[in-house]
Structures are given as structure tokens and as C-alpha cells.
């Protein structure tokens, strides 16, 4: 790695900032947020912080993108303000998110425009492992720009996937793996809210059943938080409920179109679908069981 590189992140929130900070350890670092306070938290962390998309974009050798959808993407990119215009010949558009394959032969056509290369690495892990340099990162990219973009990749992720040579095949099997955490997930809740229903203490019964042939990554992760769904301020939102309404979305427009059925994944999408209908849209995903039990039983 090289001091001299230079990596841009827009969006400093719950993902970005701790993406940013980690990067800032070995890298040069522009940062941009909507948000003042999230801006002195990157100054604090060593990023240098621009008043604009467009600034914080100029003369970096990589973007790094965490945007929410297909939609933001292409107005973060090419919108009014966009800042595909400012990059560089040469540099790095890394996008990190789920969006689906819909949107990335466009995506990266208009780049391509402007001598910029599309980088397609979603990830998984959480803000935690984030600024721990801990994360699942699934990259279809073509030869030329994974090199580009090895400086960042490689400081964020431990677990580094090449799966094509492509964009779009890091989505793919994104999709895939989103298709296994949502229903996991809701596997999880209806679980500890069968525990509930049968009288079991839920903290001994998901002890014992991460343990056993029915542990799983997501049943460690949202076990907890899945307890503290029902208390007065619910649990800690580290990933949104609602991002899931957008990921299972994705997930069954990729089965339809594949001609493949897909029913558990279909009714884990109704579950997120019905929390967000209940009010539940920002909450943290592990609310899910809220749907599923709406109040916690009382055992005499």
C-alpha cells in the first residue's frame, strides 16, 4: 500500500464511518456527510472532511459507496449534484451495497464515460467489525480495477471473495446471501417467540440452541437483540428492518426472473413487509418477532 492513495467515503453513518476510519489508519481519507456531527467524528478519526459530495470526490484514486438503493446510486453518481463528473480518469467507484444486478450494466456504461471503473463489492459485518478491518466483502470486478481497489479492500475485509470478472456477479451473490440471512433471521425470531409462547426462559433456550445443530452466525447476532425487542426502547438499530423489506425484495425479483421458486424466502419477505406496514421500518430487523408475537407473554 501506498501513502499517497487517496480514498473518498460519502456517507458517514452507522457503516461509513467506522469504513472511513479504518482506512484512515494506512490511507489518505476525504470524507463527506449531510451531517455536521458525523463530520467532526471523522475529523476526530483522522479524515479530512469536505463541505460537499463533489469536493470530498476531486482527485481521489477510489470511491467508496454505501448508499441504499439503486435509486441513490444513480443520483449520488449522476444526479444533479452527482460526483462522477469530478473523478478522475483512472480512479475506482467501489460500491459496497446490496442494489441488485438490475442497475449495474448502466452504472457502469455512464462510468465508463468518464475513464471511471464500477468495483461491485458488497459486504457483510456490521459497523463493529467495520472498523475492525473484519469484514465479508464479495467482488466482481474487472482484473484491472480489483487492483485499483486493493488498497481499500483489502484494510476492510477479512475474508476477501473474488467470484467473477465482472460487476454484477459480486451482486449475485450477494442476493444469495441475503436470501439465507433474512430468513435466518426470521427463523430466528419465530424460535424465540415459540420459547416465549411455551413458558421457556428465552435467554436459556437461545444459550442452549447456539450450541447445538440449530446455531447459526445470524441466530448468535440477532439472538440478543431479538430479546430486547419488546423493552421500552427496543434494541440498539444496527441494521434496519426495512433494509431487509429492500433486500428480500431483491431477492424475490432475482428468483421470479431465475424461474425458480422460492416460498420460505417469500414468506420471510411477508414477515418484514408486515413490521414495516406495523410501524417498525427503522427498527432494528431483530423487531421482526414483534410481527410474529406482538406482545411477550407474562408466565404466572
Do not use: W
Not at 14 to 23: E, K, N, V
Not at 39 to 65: I, M, Y
Not at 199 to 218: C, I, N, P, R
Amino acid at each position: 500500500m501506498t501513502s499517497n492513495y487517496t480514498v473518498t467515503v460519502l456517507g458517514l453513518g452507522a457503516m461509513g464511518l467506522p469504513m472511513a476510519t479504518r482506512l484512515a489508519s494506512q490511507l489518505t481519507v476525504h470524507g463527506f456527510d449531510i451531517a455536521e456531527p458525523r463530520l467532526r467524528l471523522a475529523e476526530d478519526a483522522g479524515v479530512h472532511t469536505f463541505f460537499s459530495a463533489r469536493e470530498a470526490a476531486q482527485d481521489t484514486d477510489a470511491l467508496l459507496l454505501a448508499v441504499r438503493n439503486s435509486e441513490q446510486l444513480n443520483d449520488v453518481l449522476f444526479g444533479e449534484n452527482g460526483v462522477a463528473s469530478v473523478l478522475k480518469q483512472g480512479a475506482v467507484v467501489i460500491l459496497t451495497s446490496t442494489v441488485g444486478t438490475d442497475a449495474i450494466p448502466a452504472t457502469v456504461a455512464r462510468l465508463a464515460e468518464y475513464g471511471v471503473a464500477l468495483v461491485d463489492a458488497p459486504l457483510s459485518g456490521g459497523p463493529k467489525r467495520a472498523g475492525e478491518g473484519d469484514l465479508l466483502i464479495v467482488v466482481g470486478a474487472e482484473p484491472a480495477a480489483l487492483e485499483s481497489a486493493r488498497p481499500v479492500l483489502e484494510l476492510l475485509a477479512s475474508t476477501l471473495t473474488v467470484v467473477g470478472d465482472k460487476p454484477g456477479d459480486g451482486q449475485a451473490l450477494k442476493t444469495v446471501n441475503q436470501l439465507l440471512c433474512g430468513i435466518h433471521i426470521a427463523a430466528a425470531a419465530e424460535a424465540m417467540a415459540l420459547a416465549d409462547a411455551l413458558g421457556l426462559d428465552q435467554a436459556k433456550t437461545l444459550a442452549a440452541l447456539e450450541v447445538g445443530a440449530a446455531g447459526s452466525f445470524m441466530l448468535s447476532n440477532r439472538g440478543p437483540r431479538i430479546l430486547e425487542a419488546y423493552t421500552e426502547e427496543g434494541a440498539e438499530v444496527l441494521s434496519r428492518l426495512d433494509i431487509f423489506v429492500k433486500d428480500m425484495g431483491i431477492v424475490g425479483k432475482a428468483t421470479r426472473a431465475a424461474g425458480l421458486a422460492a416460498p420460505v424466502a417469500a414468506a420471510a419477505e411477508q414477515l418484514y413487509l408486515l413490521g414495516q406496514a406495523h410501524g417498525l421500518a427503522a427498527a432494528d430487523d431483530s423487531a421482526v418477532i414483534k410481527v410474529v408475537a406482538p406482545a411477550k407473554r407474562t408466565v404466572a
